[in-house]
């Protein structure tokens, strides 16, 4: 009976494995975890995509060691990790020059404190110097202010960097809208938002001078639509140059992939309307 059970099980690894491989010889971008398949699955399907001129988007969980990271960025991968999943400056360092090289992208999730509080216990994941590092390295990095706090000025630090490294910082703003915004999409940081936010004429104004910061700047915004706003407001955003996400998750996946198109893939994490909490 175990002996059955356990060629099921390797069966259905092997035919899993298969369709992988399949969807990146059918020509697609193509998003998996680092735990759903085996290593040489992962790097020959890699291999593949990149060949046909797709992406494949490697989501890490820690499962694989550095050396294994760092062959799948050498492969082409596009490598989504976290500070959850890997928070060693060197291992991060080695991927993004691997990527570089093969002319992927890591792009980092950065949940915890950007600097230690003071009299806190809570430690940073990383140093902050390290952050800059890493940013200056090519890192494209993504920060939300939904349950840490965000000091402007440390942002603006960490968007700089990210210009000397020729990438990006991705910053998911909730609450209120702060003038502080426009200064930041100034050093070329790509912001969301909700239209939650917009709570009155002041949201209004900062939101439409934030998007002509960024658009000079060669980013933008990009507004959320959640609750629906009025629709003269609608049309004075869009036509400031903002880039407007429906939520169309009920609809057909073909008409949110519209709503997206033109949106630059290294300006969201994975998916363009999920606006990380």
Same mark, same amino acid.
């Given at each position: 009976?175990?002996? &059955?059970?356990?060629?099921d099980?390797?069966?259905?690894?092997l035919e899993?494995a298969?369709e =992988?491989h399949?969807?990146?010889s059918?020509?697609q971008?193509?998003?998996?975890?680092?735990d759903q398949?085996?290593?040489?699955?992962l790097?020959?399907?890699a291999?593949v995509?990149?060949?046909r001129g797709?992406?494949?988007?490697?989501?890490d969980?820690? +499962?694989?060691?550095?050396s294994q990271?760092e062959w799948?960025?050498e492969? $082409?991968?596009d490598i989504y990790t976290?500070d959850?999943?890997r928070?060693?400056?060197?291992?991060l360092?080695?991927?993004?020059?691997?990527?570089?090289?093969a002319?992927?992208?890591?792009?980092?999730? %950065? +949940?915890?404190?950007?600097?230690?509080a003071?009299?806190?216990?809570k430690?940073?994941?990383?140093?902050?110097?390290?952050?800059?590092d890493?940013?200056?390295? $090519?890192l494209?990095?993504?920060?939300t202010?939904k349950t840490?706090?965000? &000091?402007?000025?440390l942002? +603006?630090?960490?968007?700089h960097?990210?210009q000397m $490294?020729?990438?990006w =910082?991705v910053?998911?703003? %909730?609450?209120?809208?702060e003038?502080a915004?426009e200064e930041?999409?100034?050093?070329?940081?790509?912001?969301?938002?909700?239209?939650?936010?917009?709570? $009155?004429? &002041?949201d209004?104004?900062? =939101?439409?001078d934030t998007?002509?910061?960024?658009?000079?700047?060669r980013t +933008?915004?990009?507004?959320h639509?959640?609750?629906?706003?009025?629709?003269? =407001?609608?049309?004075d955003?869009v036509?400031?140059?903002?880039?407007v996400?429906?939520?169309l998750t %009920?609809?057909?996946e073909?008409s949110l992939l519209r709503a997206?198109?033109?949106l630059?893939f290294r300006?969201?994490?994975?998916?363009?309307?999920f606006?990380?909490?």
């Open positions: 009976m175990e002996e &059955e059970t356990k060629k099980e390797d069966q259905g690894h899993r298969y =992988l399949s969807w990146a059918k020509g971008d193509v998003t998996v975890r680092d398949y085996g290593f040489s699955w790097l020959d399907s291999k995509s990149r060949k797709f992406r494949f988007r490697l989501v969980s820690g +499962n694989l060691d550095c990271m799948l960025a492969a $082409g991968a976290s959850e999943a928070s060693e400056a060197f291992e360092d080695l991927l993004i020059r691997a990527c570089r090289r002319g992927s992208i890591v792009a980092y999730f %950065h +949940n915890g404190p950007l600097e230690q003071e009299g806190g216990k430690q940073p994941p990383l140093l902050f110097s390290e952050l800059l890493l940013a200056r390295s $090519g494209y990095l993504h920060l202010n840490e706090k965000r &000091e402007f000025s942002l +603006n630090t960490l968007a960097a990210c $490294g020729e990438s =910082l910053y998911y703003h %909730h609450g209120p809208l003038p915004l930041l999409a100034r050093n070329r940081a790509w912001i969301h938002m909700s239209d939650r936010s917009l709570e $009155g004429e &002041e209004v104004s900062i =939101l439409l998007v002509k910061s960024a658009r000079s700047s +933008n915004i990009i507004l639509l959640d609750k629906g706003i009025e629709s003269t =407001l609608l049309s955003i036509r400031s140059g903002a880039i996400l429906f939520d %009920h609809l057909e073909a997206a198109k033109g630059d300006a969201y994490y994975l998916y363009p309307q606006l990380p909490g």
